[in-house]
């Protein structure tokens, strides 16, 4: 919800610390319109009020409106500089907005005033892990554990920050410590989930990953589906009925888990697919589908529903039994001539290069994980004087403008050949893809497209790769034909460049054989 400036005040009689009490009790029983009224009252007779000017921060930022909030509770902190609560839900506000830095002076600023103050102590430690000083955050998670062992609702914090640090089995304790003692707490049971999956144990892992459903799992952004047709666990027999088969998440996750479309099919199922309108035209390509539809688009009448990153959990898949017979996508034959004829020959490798992935600004708790995954565009400049010709197939902002920017500006790197105008969906994609001898992409939609294409790729993974990839493997087993480079520690993109450098060196042996001499 938005706030209204224009809320007509609500009078609350009495004196000034009861009206505040007012506010807040408002505020802690998530009525913000009424709050906000509240303090506003207040703040027209005692304009100075710092604490109504905290108290109308703290209510824009549970309303979303994190920079009005981050102004507000400045101006109670310039009226009081002496509230170290004010400092805390400052540092709050800031981290939610990506400023980091200034986070974590707000916090120290409020230990400063209060050591044992524990709001900010969690806030530094979160702001730590999300500027990368994951030692420093694991360290005050620590601490915050020894001088108050009640606190054991952080267990899940530290538990990231482990993962982070590619220690899953470390996290995995305090996550099923926190389990026990949390039961109905959906978040950290997902992040279990993924954390088993990432270990290699699939059946707990997408046991545990299905509560990403539940109320409260922190995937509040995932498509809410009120059904009233039951949901497909796997035991329903399929044949002669109708099945709803959706995706929930990125393109990524749809062109991952749609070759399970394929599997329903031979149950006797009919199936429609329902994906993002983008991915329609490929997905014209999968076996198994009877129906494909747009989202957004009237949906035909069906049986059964299942959303395709249920899938896995539904056929009991496990690590040695994922489907991985590739190509389970194909690119339309005739476009896929058409750009092997524009992209002539020349004797070196074509290479498709993908460094970004899409933003999404209704999603800022996938920001700093965007962050990471992202390679910055500079860094592509190690490939200079390699003997390959590059073809960027990065679609959407900022990817799109950084490059264009640097062209315009006199790129000083590799020549790379902008083919995003020619691209509109993922059919089109998928055509230069087939033209191409290799993909090199950091994890994004393009790097699954390629390995459902059954074209070799190389993934450029950060050091805390997604649940997918797994563990210490330069292999997937989703992907015969993907070869993992990682990050040996966070952020360093160096390292893995010139790996990617030395691969492309030996590019004239092909790049298939080389996949697979090198996992």
Request: hydrophobic share 45%; net charge neutral; glycine share 8%.
């Amino acid at each position: 919800m938005r706030v209204r400036a224009d809320a007509a005040p609500r009078r609350v009689t009495g004196n000034m610390s009861s009206r505040l009490d007012s506010g807040v009790a408002f505020l802690r029983q998530g009525q913000l319109q009424e709050a906000w009224a509240v303090f506003r009252d207040i703040l027209t007779s005692e304009p100075s009020n710092a604490a109504a000017w905290h108290m109308m921060g703290l209510t824009l930022l549970q309303a979303g409106q994190r920079q009005d909030a981050i102004s507000h509770i400045r101006r109670s902190i310039a009226l009081d500089p002496a509230s170290p609560a004010a400092y805390g839900n400052l540092a709050n506000a800031l981290r939610d907005d990506g400023q980091l830095q200034e986070a974590l002076q707000s916090a120290d600023r409020g230990l400063a005033l209060d050591p044992g103050f524990l709001n900010a102590k969690v806030v530094r430690a979160c702001t730590l892990a999300d500027l990368d000083r994951l030692d420093e955050a694991l360290a005050v998670y620590d601490a915050i554990l020894t001088a108050h062992p009640e606190t054991t609702w952080v267990l899940p914090n530290r538990a990231n920050v482990l993962r982070r640090m590619n220690r899953h089995a470390e996290a995995l304790r305090d996550l099923e410590r926190a389990m026990a003692l949390f039961p109905d707490r959906a978040d950290i049971r997902v992040v279990a989930g993924y954390t088993h999956l990432a270990l290699g144990d699939f059946g707990k892992g997408l046991e545990l990953s299905e509560w990403r459903w539940r109320e409260g799992s922190g995937f509040g952004w995932l498509m809410a589906r009120a059904f009233t047709q039951p949901l497909w666990t796997g035991d329903q027999p399929l044949e002669g009925r109708t099945i709803l088969l959706y995706g929930e998440q990125g393109h990524g996750d749809t062109l991952q888990f749609c070759r399970y479309a394929t599997l329903v099919k031979v149950r006797g199922a009919r199936v429609i697919l329902e994906a993002d309108r983008s991915l329609i035209g490929l997905l014209g390509s999968l076996e198994g589908p009877d129906v494909l539809v747009a989202r957004g688009e009237d949906l035909p009448p069906f049986d059964l529903h299942c959303p395709l990153m249920s899938l896995p959990a539904a056929f009991h898949t496990r690590l040695e039994t994922i489907p991985a017979d590739v190509p389970y996508l194909r690119a339309d034959p005739a476009a896929a001539a058409a750009w092997r004829l524009k992209l002539k020959p020349t004797g070196r490798p074509k290479v498709g290069l993908v460094w970004s992935g899409g933003h999404r600004p209704d999603q800022p708790e996938l920001w700093p994980v965007n962050a990471r995954r992202n390679l910055p565009l500079a860094k592509l400049m190690a490939l200079k004087g390699v003997d390959a010709d590059f073809y960027s197939l990065q679609k959407g902002e900022p990817g799109e403008r950084e490059l264009r920017t640097a062209l315009a500006q006199g790129w000083a790197g590799p020549p790379i050949i902008d083919l995003a105008p020619e691209i509109g969906d993922f059919r089109d994609t998928a055509a230069v893809i087939e033209a191409l001898d290799l993909v090199i992409s950091v994890d994004t939609s393009t790097a699954h497209l390629a390995g459902a294409l059954g074209k070799p790729v190389l993934i450029l993974s950060r050091f805390d790769a997604c649940w997918r990839w797994m563990l210490d493997r330069a292999d997937s087993p989703w992907y015969p034909t993907v070869r993992l480079l990682r990050q040996p520690t966070p952020g360093d993109w160096d390292s893995v460049m010139g790996e990617v450098g030395q691969f492309l060196a030996a590019m004239p042996a092909g790049a298939e054989r080389l996949i697979g001499e090198r996992l």
